[in-house]
């Protein structure tokens, strides 16, 4: 058992600098960061376990201001569920000698993978060739030769534990547009037509039956919020809210099950601080085609107005021809509220409003919490960024990002370090906005499907 007064106490390492450099290439400590892109992350502090001594504590050195400290023989565990499938994981986790370096065990599954020799005292990556299929799985965590003295604690530290997959991301180029939009309308069965009236609405809708909600032939003023139902279209029409609104998003989709269909719909934020989509749909598709949202305005102290935000989650994001402007932020698909299944935007343009810039804003595109984010294709997404800064600005993760930055390339960002295939292009769309003044509204015609 370890002394009680050093219980915790890091103490320095004791062996000379080329001594480590060679253990650290044995011992599978990358000399660089991985090419690899992170699927999942998993904080050390999440970890649970039956034993006291083997806990989340304080650390300024973690990234996220704590870590899992492992001072004693013990287990601790936790469940990941990447997405798609993984090729490997990653421990970063740093540890104190006491006589020898201390080792940790790492079993996924039920089934012992690998056992590193921590000699690194200051965070570092171990990591080991592990498959994993998409789903769920049981990582442990094992301090195997806890040991003290009277001068000396060994212990091990956990920051983050993270699964892989190959990098993803490649040159980014423009592709051909086609006249018809890529997802269809889902098939309706038997489905209810609601006439959206006018005001603030809530639709309380069954979620085993399809529903159409119209919003006519003129402006709806205030928010709509569709919650429940199972396969949802609503095509056509344009919403505002009113300069004396108490609400802060046009459309509220929360709680579908099936697969939500906006289409051809104006999005006009000129009289409200507005997001125009907010999601909160774990378990539903949701299809954003041929939409317009312009003059979305917020700022950092009041509405930190987004053109869609899947705050609550989704099952997959669809967006296929979409052009808006904003003076605060776009597309922030961060998953730090809800689980995201997925992401897919093509032919999208997204323009920071100059002409209402407020002193804070700009990302038109925030994909990460940490690295963690949804498995995301881009293709054709056009951004113009603030008046007089770069396009790698724009983004988030940016190009300086310490741990999954983005790479700028002449007029062109990739995200080399994230589960993103493809990338963005700076400027407007070389035949003009996806979806150009007229095109949705009111008169909405829909150009039919590939």
Avoid at 210 to 239: C, E, P
Avoid at 354 to 364: F, N, Q, R, V
Avoid at 370 to 388: D, E, F
Avoid at 421 to 443: C, Q, R
Wanted: aromatic fraction near 6%; include cysteine.
């Amino acid at each position: 058992m370890p002394s009680p007064r050093l219980r915790g106490l890091p103490t320095p390492g004791r062996l000379r600098p080329a001594i480590v450099a060679a253990l650290a290439a044995l011992l599978m400590i990358p000399a660089a960061a991985s090419a690899d892109v992170t699927v999942t992350t998993t904080p050390g502090e999440s970890f649970t376990s039956s034993a006291t001594y083997i806990r989340a504590v304080a650390d300024g050195a973690a990234e996220g201001g704590k870590t899992l400290a492992m001072y004693t023989a013990g287990t601790a565990q936790a469940t990941v569920t990447p997405s798609s499938p993984t090729s490997s994981i990653a421990v970063l986790l740093r540890g104190t000698e006491c006589d020898g370096a201390p080792t940790l065990q790492v079993t996924v599954d039920g089934v012992k993978t690998v056992t590193f020799t921590v000699a690194a005292t200051k965070y570092s990556n171990y990591t080991v060739a592990k498959s994993l299929s998409a789903g769920s799985h049981t990582i442990a965590l094992a301090l195997t030769n806890d040991h003290s003295s009277a001068s000396c604690d060994r212990n091990v530290y956990v920051d983050t534990v993270r699964t892989l997959s190959p990098s993803v991301s490649g040159p980014v180029t423009a592709v051909a547009v086609s006249s018809k939009l890529r997802w269809p309308a889902p098939a309706l069965t038997a489905p209810t037509t609601i006439a959206v009236a006018q005001g603030d609405q809530t639709y309380t809708l069954d979620k085993t039956k399809d529903y159409v909600l119209n919003l006519g032939t003129t402006t709806h003023q205030g928010n709509v919020t569709i919650s429940g139902g199972r396969n949802v279209v609503m095509k056509g029409g344009a919403i505002a809210l009113p300069a004396t609104s108490t609400k802060s998003t046009a459309l509220n989709i929360v709680g579908s099950v099936g697969i939500v269909q906006v289409e051809g719909v104006l999005f006009n934020g000129a009289t409200h601080e507005m997001d125009a989509i907010q999601i909160n749909a774990p378990a539903a598709i949701v299809q954003v085609e041929n939409v317009r949202a312009v003059g979305l305005l917020g700022s950092f102290d009041t509405n930190h107005t987004d053109v869609i935000q899947p705050w609550g989650g989704v099952k997959d994001l669809r967006v296929d021809h979409l052009t808006a402007d904003s003076n605060y932020q776009g597309i922030y698909t961060r998953p730090d509220q809800g689980g995201i299944g997925s992401v897919e935007l093509q032919n999208v343009d997204l323009t920071f409003n100059a002409a209402d810039a407020t002193s804070s804003g700009g990302y038109l595109l925030w994909m990460t919490n940490g690295c963690a984010m949804a498995p995301t294709t881009l293709s054709n997404l056009y951004l113009t960024p603030r008046l007089g800064t770069s396009l790698g600005s724009a983004v988030w993760p940016a190009t300086n990002d310490a741990s999954c930055p983005s790479k700028l390339t002449g007029n062109t960002v990739s995200f080399p370090k994230l589960p993103v295939t493809g990338g963005v292009i700076g400027g407007a769309p070389p035949a003009g906005a996806f979806v150009p003044a007229g095109k949705a509204g009111t008169a909405y015609a829909s150009p039919g499907y590939q």
